[in-house]
């Protein structure tokens, strides 16, 4: 099973919950797609987007469950992105986990990938 990632705020993730989809948070509703990262992007995800936010999951997604909506573009340094072009359907998520901070105002992934 391929897993992508998103971050997302507690608020934002309740919000999906209590709709039953996830439509994105600000920056993806404004590019129009859903921003993921593979196992090896998102810690840096997090590092350059995400750097001191508390308050934050980590959600786990299924690739496979996403079909063809579900699109790997070359995005930062000229990596390949995983960018999802519809709502995010809950029973796609495999699970949600909090992103705890470190001391030094980075996240902790121990234990998340």
């Known amino acids: ?19 039953g989809v996830f439509r994105g948070a600000a920056i ?12 090896e992007q998102v810690e840096e995800t997090a590092a350059k987007h995400f750097a001191g936010a508390p308050d934050l999951l980590l959600v786990s ?5 996403l079909g063809d909506a579900l699109k790997w573009e070359v995005s930062r340094g000229g990596a390949l992105f995983p960018h ?5 359907s809950m ?21 998340l990938l």
């Open 1 to 19: 099973m391929t897993t992508v990632y998103k971050i997302v705020s507690v608020p934002e993730w309740r919000r999906a919950e209590a709709e």
């Open 28 to 39: 993806d509703l404004t590019d129009g797609y859903i921003h993921f990262s593979s196992a």
């Open 61 to 65: 997604i299924d690739a496979a469950k």
């Open 84 to 88: 999802l072009y519809a709502p995010l």
């Open 91 to 111: 029973d796609a998520v495999t699970r949600v986990a909090p992103l705890p901070l470190r001391a030094d105002g980075r996240h902790d992934f121990t234990g």
